[in-house]
């Protein structure tokens, strides 16, 4: 289950609209709360969605895997991807729910006089969360300066820099890392004048790359 | 023993405290039968579908406490329809009317509506206990009921349950002459808290050991009840984030000195590390400590706290402990018994975790082990033999790795061996689930050596119908098998159905049972509810036509004296 395909959180529109809509697999909890931010989180990361249909179809379940006593292939009968499966882990809804309202984190920035909340699990990528912010904001337009993210504030001409302080406290840039593992670790958001962002160390063409 | 009057034997029964003793004292002749029916104060009803109610309040009017269990476990993992069953109302109902001396009703995982709460808020004026684990249909309201009409109220602990949120004024029903309180759990509750109320209730109940609060409770209303409430033994926090520069984090340190008495620590909804420090002056005598709703807590800070922990027998964390955090809770935990590692990150966005590493290092450190639950991202057979060889008084074994199927990532086997050696060593095992790669070598070794084991959860694993076939002809004491995505079909469901009898149930859910394996399972044990569970709408309108080869999804199987039950909603249909 490489984590690296998790940056492909904006090519799943290509791949979700397939076969999410047939197989309606969740992760959520029964009131199922937000279904758009479901399928956007990248469950679909892995083309096979068979695992864990109803039954008329056919069963995923390689033959080959059926009777032999060979060394294991490993493929045998897991599906392709964990994160498709209904009820896997098993873990109870309540603790899914409490564990997922984490994801909101405040949004501040430098000059306003109050602090936003956003919830990240709302968003499927960076590019809707720098939307989202603008929105927020509104005084902000969000620019893409070659594969940097910068909000500018179309009054006083300054550039902000979307930074957030991950779970070991460091202030970090926004966008190099996957975006699951981006709301992961993020706590909370600021928006710097870009003045100051220049501390930041600067980005490796990787982490442009991941940074769709 | 016939020559003894009856009050000299129902005076020897009080000593037969087990439900399993007194069941089976009662079936030694009928005036023992008698004798201990109208004597038995606590009764437990597994399934609530296997009896009715009125049967159990008929044969047991004296019953002071009765337990009842509704949705089967799956129900957890959402595997189970919302509207299956398991409502509480009729076993409400029928105590009412035939047991109105009940003080307490412990329900898991059953449908609880308001109308019930009420129900049984006025039907019994010695009511003292309510533990209602993982249940739904209920709001606020319901809760407001039984603060209003259960005198004498002295427990009323909701753990885990679905509780629609009608406003905070609940609290506020306790009437100001309510000071019987001893124990109060809203943790689950996601809506506003009257924080006043809650100050003044707690005030006015000195007997107080037990109160665990949710989420919506403020840091400012925590310390004030803390203030008011120093005899606590149990406490669970409501939030536990604040700014390290207020008052209001100042106070909080300087909380916790003064418990002498606090023995479990819970809550900590999103705690931060700097508001965790405040807890550390009641470490040294905490004997249970549940941080698994703490994500902000990362391993550095989990390690600060249990450094301190050398009492602890009972640890829920979450993953983000890491190995190197599991290492520090071995040389330091030497009482504990209970670990339960949970995954941080549910939706797998890659960061830390536990491996085999971190529970080898826990077996070799806590003699006193006996119950585990953890989830991790791969596990080794030469890592589960050492564990096995290490810790041989697990009673509850449950072992998740996260990614289904996945083999020993050093050797690439199934992890059949390693299950095998804990089946071997742990003679006292009553709880299993397994993960990983398994082929049916585990189960023989299950069927062979697990003879003590009650409840067996499998997923993902095993090759043909020999697999559940081992297991259900060996594990003599097994009461509830519970299955998902293994190859077993009809042969391995029809190969021991006399089996199921002496089992609360068996789910299943896809496999490969077919329509005609199940009305042949119907067909010979008609005291069994053959519940085919099938939410595929196109296929429910036609039920009648459906080829005996038509591949079931879901089934429940489980015995009972009831008969098929009378309210299963359409897409369940019992053989």
Redesign the interface.
């Known amino acids: 289950?490489s984590?690296t395909e998790?940056g492909n959180s904006l090519t799943e529109s290509e791949v979700s609209g397939l076969d999410y809509e047939e197989t309606q697999l969740?992760?959520a909890?029964?009131?199922g709360s937000k279904s758009e931010p479901e399928r956007k989180?990248g469950?679909s990361e892995s083309v096979d969605l068979r695992?864990?249909r109803?039954?008329?179809e056919a069963?995923a379940?390689d033959p080959a895997?059926?009777?032999s006593?060979g060394?294991?292939s490993?493929a045998?009968?897991?599906?392709a991807s964990?994160?498709q499966?209904?009820?896997?882990?098993?873990?109870?809804?309540?603790?899914?729910n409490?564990?997922r309202s984490?994801t909101y984190v405040k949004v501040a920035v430098d000059g306003t006089p109050y602090l936003r909340k956003v919830d990240l699990d709302a968003y499927a990528g960076y590019q809707q969360l720098l939307t989202a912010l603008e929105k927020m904001f509104s005084c902000f337009t969000a620019r893409d300066y070659t594969n940097e993210r910068r909000l500018v504030d179309p009054v006083n001409g300054a550039a902000y820099v979307p930074t957030y302080e991950d779970?070991?406290g460091d202030w970090m840039l926004v966008g190099d890392v996957?975006w699951?593992?981006f709301?992961?670790?993020c706590?909370r958001l600021r928006l710097m004048k870009s003045s100051e962002a220049v501390n930041l160390a600067p980005r490796t063409p990787q982490g442009c790359a991941n940074a769709r | 023993m016939t020559y003894f009057p009856e009050e000299v034997v129902e005076h020897i029964f009080d000593f037969v405290g087990s439900h399993r003793d007194r069941n089976t004292v009662s079936t030694v002749c009928k005036a023992w039968y008698q004798v201990e029916r109208l004597s038995r104060r606590t009764v437990f009803v597994g399934n609530c579908y296997a009896i009715g109610p009125e049967r159990v309040m008929a044969r047991f009017p004296g019953i002071k406490s009765l337990s009842v269990k509704g949705k089967p476990h799956?129900a957890?993992?959402?595997?189970v329809p919302?509207d299956w069953g398991g409502f509480a109302l009729p076993w409400i109902v029928a105590a009412a009317r035939l047991c109105p001396g009940l003080e307490e009703l412990r329900l898991k995982r059953m449908v609880v509506t308001d109308d019930g709460l009420e129900l049984l808020a006025r039907s019994f004026p010695n009511f003292k206990s309510l533990v209602l684990i993982?249940c739904e249909g209920f709001s606020t309201d319901g809760l407001a009921t039984i603060a209003t009409y259960c005198r004498g109220l002295r427990e009323l602990d909701l753990q885990?349950n679905?509780v629609e949120d009608h406003g905070c004024q609940w609290l506020s029903f306790f009437p100001d002459s309510c000071t019987s309180l001893v124990s109060l759990n809203f943790g689950?509750l996601k809506g506003e808290v009257n924080g006043g109320a809650l100050e003044r209730l707690v005030a006015r109940c000195p007997n107080l050991r037990s109160l665990k609060l949710s989420?919506a409770v403020s840091v400012e209303s925590l310390n004030k009840i803390l203030a008011r409430a120093s005899h606590l033994v149990d406490l669970g926090t409501g939030s536990f984030a604040v700014d390290h520069r207020t008052d209001v984090y100042h106070m909080l340190m300087n909380s916790f000195p003064k418990f002498k008495s606090l023995r479990n620590l819970s809550g900590f909804?999103?705690a931060s590390p700097c508001c965790l420090r405040a807890v550390y002056p009641v470490c040294t005598s905490l004997t249970v400590l549940n941080l698994?709703?703490a994500?902000?807590i990362?391993g550095d800070d989990l390690i600060k706290i249990i450094c301190l922990c050398f009492k602890l027998q009972k640890l829920w964390v979450l993953d983000s402990i890491g190995d190197k955090g599991l290492a520090v809770v071995a040389s330091t935990c030497k009482e504990l018994q209970e670990l339960r590692v949970?995954?941080?990150?549910?939706?797998?966005?890659?960061?830390t975790s536990v491996t085999e590493e971190g529970l080898l290092a826990v077996s070799s450190g806590c003699p006193k082990l006996n119950s585990l639950l953890y989830?991790c991202y791969q596990m080794t057979n030469a890592a589960l033999i050492t564990i096995a060889k290490n810790c041989p008084h697990f009673t509850r074994f449950r072992l998740?790795i996260?990614?289904?199927?996945?083999?020993d990532p050093v050797t690439?086997?199934?992890l059949d061996e390693g299950f095998g050696a804990i089946v071997r060593s742990c003679k006292n095992l009553r709880r299993l689930?397994l993960s990983g790669?398994l082929?049916d070598q585990v189960f023989l070794y299950i069927g062979m050596y697990a003879e003590r084991l009650e409840m067996l959860?499998i997923?993902?694993a095993g090759?043909?119908d020999k697999g559940m076939i081992y297991v259900l002809n060996g594990c003599k004491n097994l009461r509830k098998l519970e299955i998902?995505?293994c190859?077993f079909g009809d042969i391995a469901l029809l190969k021991n159905v006399a089996k199921y009898e002496t089992m609360r149930s068996l789910w299943m859910s896809?496999c490969?049972i077919t329509l005609g394996g199940c009305k042949a399972l119907a067909a010979k044990m008609p005291r069994l509810n053959v519940e085919i569970i099938n939410?595929?709408e196109?296929?429910y309108e036609f039920e009648e036509n459906l080829s005996d080869l038509?591949?079931?999804?879901k089934i429940y199987v489980y015995r009972t004296v009831a008969g098929p039950r009378n309210d299963a909603p359409d897409f369940v249909w019992t053989l």
């Open positions: 289950m984590t998790t969740t992760l909890p029964p009131e989180r469950f695992f864990g109803p039954a008329l069963h379940k895997s059926g009777s006593d060394p294991v490993g045998g009968k897991s599906p964990k994160a499966v209904v009820g896997w882990p098993p873990v109870r809804s309540f603790r899914r409490a564990l984490c779970k070991d996957p699951k593992m709301v992961a670790s706590k | 799956f957890d993992f959402n595997l919302y993982s885990e679905e689950c989420p909804w999103d698994s709703y994500p902000a990362q949970f995954p941080c990150d549910i939706y797998g966005a890659g960061t989830f998740c996260l990614d289904p199927g996945k083999p690439d086997q199934p689930s790669r082929t959860s997923a993902f090759d043909s998902r995505d190859p896809s490969d939410e595929n196109e296929t038509h591949k079931l999804e």
